[in-house]
């Protein structure tokens, strides 16, 4: 038990290094300071959340490595602004490949991305800090961690709003980056609520293989616990 308690240690220290770099890396000379700052408040809110409560609500290693590559991927986005980042430019550069002439898209899509890795990549950190909790299985072990996920997506949406009410002018359109798409929020929500959709159904098609009481767990959940008379 020690040695695998010092393996994980040592797993999300070195995570928080590497994350560490890129963001030190990234802030040397963003693109646009202002916007970079305003996108890191999160990030920076996140990141003292997970080292307060690392010692008393640990969560796996994958949940730390899907967390990672998402807040890595976030980075990359407030270092360019997200309707600048040039994947585009890189894929014809590196592979002879354009993704936006191949999918027939007008606008760059990489906050589309980062809206699909959230609910994708973060609804199993979720669901495993929830779990740790709240102690529930079955059923509501993959439905509200997708709830969370929509309702923390549209959260998300409103502040970006409020902030870029409360800032206006070039930074405030940065940060809202909607690029003229008047559906944009609901675009992003959506993208968020599908990835979320796909990570707790990868996770319930794996959890019924590997799980032997996989079935008594669903179907307690789904059992009425107290009666009224």
Aim: hydrophobic share 45%.
């Amino acid at each position: 038990m020690a040695k695998n308690t010092m393996v994980h240690k040592r797993y999300f220290l070195i995570l928080s290094i590497i994350f560490g770099i890129e963001c030190l890396v990234i802030s040397i000379s963003p693109y646009d300071r202002a916007d970079w700052a305003l996108e890191n408040v999160l990030v920076v809110l996140s990141a003292i959340f997970i080292f307060f409560t690392y010692k008393k609500c640990p969560l796996s290693r994958l949940s730390y490595s899907l967390i990672f590559v998402f807040m890595s991927l976030h980075e990359i986005g407030s270092y360019y602004t997200y309707s600048n980042v040039p994947y585009d430019a890189f894929l014809t550069s590196y592979f002879n490949f354009s993704l936006n002439e191949y999918m027939g898209w007008t606008r760059n899509n990489f906050d589309r991305l980062i809206h699909f890795a959230y609910g994708f990549l973060l609804a199993y950190p979720v669901r495993d800090l929830y779990c740790r909790i709240a102690g529930v299985k079955g059923f509501w072990s993959y439905l509200t961690p997708l709830n969370l996920i929509m309702a923390t997506s549209m959260l998300y949406e409103l502040v970006e709003w409020g902030a870029a009410e409360i800032f206006g002018g070039e930074l405030g359109m940065a940060y809202l980056g909607t690029q003229g798409d008047i559906w944009d929020a609901h675009k992003d929500m959506a993208m968020a609520s599908l990835g979320g959709f796909i990570a707790m159904v990868i996770t319930l098609v794996i959890h019924s293989r590997i799980q032997k009481d996989f079935r008594e767990q669903w179907r307690l959940s789904l059992t009425v616990k107290h009666n009224r008379d």
